[in-house]
């Protein structure tokens, strides 16, 4: 559902100028030091970044990459998936999950996913490991974690990889340690709307084994070591000196904007309790969620969407299709009724306004307006 041009929006969902007005001139200063240093790839920058970044996910190693989707994308290269290789992940997850499987050449196996925390059901993985099977990817969704310990212990008992999708959820922690350090390999996107947000595209690996390390910077320049010859057939994905800069200067504000983040998530959790047809986000025991999304459920999901933009707030669905009923995706052989849970959430998801410059004020209103949709009809 898009807001006509002759709407005006009051609450909005989300907008970057609210970071770029708070942080412009810091911004504008690291832009210039870059332009002017005579280094515009691979420099100090990126460099810098890749060991704090690393060092905040209690990671040994950070490579920076171009985007979130090449980060899946060469990691799954640097542990030698691709054709004939199963990758089980789910199918509740934003397109490019899957699109970097397939870019791989491996081929994406979902299993469905708990209906109150939106994350892959666990119990389910079991069942659909077979002897093609090299990896698991588990999608930190919305900023939560997935419930890593049974799932890194099935991978061990196989002999299975694990790569994890941390697009959504940088610096969530499970029983005590951050999303990333977990699998073989951890995946980042700094893609502008993500907690940590780049002004354009950006993504980051991180690794705590040296060998990997090494296989994915050869990976990401031609494959490249120095000079002009590659050891292995590469590819072209860095991570830009400027974004690196942008980010370098983000990354210590990152605490303090998730906590204004759950700030936000604390004034909806008390203001929309009690409603009879809204199910509220769930945070399971030893996990910390950075609200990158806020989405509830409701059967008359369509309809208060329509009430809230008539109100003047936006919303969004995150994600209305799951993949596997995608035109794109339908040759994966994925009918209706596969993935019941899945199915059923995308119908009654919607995510609320959310971001660390929200005004709690706004957040107000949008808990009246859902308030008054209930109460009124
Ligand atoms: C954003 C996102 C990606 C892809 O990141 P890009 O930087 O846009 O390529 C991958 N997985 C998930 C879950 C995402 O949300």
Avoid at 192 to 210: E, S
């Amino acid at each position: 559902m898009k807001n006509s041009d002759t709407d005006v929006i009051q609450v909005r969902y989300w907008d970057y100028r609210d970071n770029y007005q708070q942080h412009r001139e810091k911004i504008l200063d690291v832009v210039d030091k870059v332009f002017s240093s005579g280094r515009l790839i691979l420099g100090s920058m990126v460099s810098e970044f890749e060991e704090e970044f690393s060092a905040f996910c209690g990671a040994q190693f950070g490579i920076g990459v171009n985007s979130g989707t090449d980060a899946l994308f060469l990691a799954l290269k640097a542990l030698n998936i691709g054709a004939g290789a199963e990758v089980i992940t789910v199918s509740n997850t934003a397109v490019p999950t899957v699109a970097a499987i397939r870019s791989a050449g491996a081929t994406p196996v979902f299993v469905d996913v708990e209906d109150d925390t939106f994350l892959m059901d666990v119990t389910r993985l079991e069942q659909a490991v077979t002897s093609a099977t090299r990896c698991i990817l588990p999608v930190h969704l919305y900023g939560q974690a997935v419930d890593m310990a049974p799932l890194l212990q099935l991978a061990a008992n196989r002999n299975i990889h694990v790569v994890e999708d941390c697009a959504q959820a940088a610096g969530a922690l499970y029983q005590g340690k951050r999303v990333g350090s977990f699998g073989d390999i951890g995946t980042f996107s700094f893609y502008p709307t993500k907690i940590l947000g780049a002004y354009g595209d950006a993504g980051m690996t991180v690794t705590n084994r040296p060998e990997l390390k090494e296989r994915l910077k050869r990976l990401r320049f031609y494959g490249m070591e120095g000079g002009y010859y590659s050891e292995e057939e590469g590819y072209n994905s860095r991570l830009d000196e400027v974004q690196a800069a942008i980010l370098k200067l983000q990354l210590p504000e990152l605490n303090e904007e998730v906590m204004g983040r759950a700030k936000l998530a604390a004034i909806y959790n008390e203001g929309l309790r009690g409603l009879g047809d809204v199910t509220l986000p769930v945070v399971r025991d030893g996990r910390t969620h950075q609200w990158y999304l806020y989405t509830i459920r409701t059967g008359r999901r369509d309809a208060l969407m329509q009430h809230l933009t008539a109100a003047g707030i936006e919303t969004r669905i995150n994600y209305p299709t799951p993949i596997h009923l995608m035109r794109g995706y339908r040759f994966l052989g994925y009918g209706e009724g596969s993935l019941p849970v899945t199915e059923r959430l995308a119908g009654e998801i919607l995510s609320l306004p959310m971001y660390p410059q929200l005004p709690e004020s706004h957040a107000e209103r949008v808990i009246e307006a859902i308030r008054e949709f209930f109460q009124g009809h």
